[in-house]
């Protein structure tokens, strides 16, 4: 009986000495390999996840909120502009669907998708600066 419980205690020593060693060797080189944060790269985490918005980076090489993006700056959208973009996206889902009255809404431009005697279906908006469309509840 003794003899299996030396076997049985030595399994259970090295099984915790293993796992150990995983969590202090394995998990910050997988850590260090995808980047170094807890971002979500490669696959843990939050990252493409309900509330993932990708980010696009500047011309500068700078992320969006990096100082040197304010002076590489694309000229904004015009409202014609952003009325396009929603037209030319809503005639690809439903041709029978139009879009209201453009609104400037600050850093976007929002506008009501209309059905032909429903009234307003949706209302979408269209960043000033990306051109990235959005669905606004």
């Known amino acids: 009986m003794k003899k299996h419980l030396k076997t049985i205690g030595v399994k259970i020593l090295f099984l915790g000495l293993a796992g150990l060693a995983f969590t202090l060797f394995m998990i910050p080189a997988q850590t260090m390999a995808c980047g170094g944060g807890s971002s979500g790269s490669c696959g843990w985490g939050a990252q493409g996840g309900k509330d993932y918005i990708p980010q696009r980076r500047g011309s ?13 700056r694309a000229p904004a959208l015009t409202k ?11 005639a690809k889902l439903n041709p029978a669907l139009t879009v209201g009255p453009v ?8 506008a009501d998708i209309l059905a032909e ?18 669905t606004i509840n």
Not at 80 to 90: G, P, R, T, Y
């Open 103 to 110: 609104e400037d809404a600050g850093s976007f431009y929002s």
């Open 60 to 72: 500068g090489g700078g992320w969006l909120g990096s100082r040197n993006y304010q002076s590489n």
């Open 117 to 134: 005697g429903k009234g307003v279906v949706d209302r979408l908006a269209v960043d000033k600066q990306s051109g990235r469309m959005m």
């Open 80 to 90: 014609e502009q952003a009325h396009d973009i929603l037209a030319s996206h809503v």
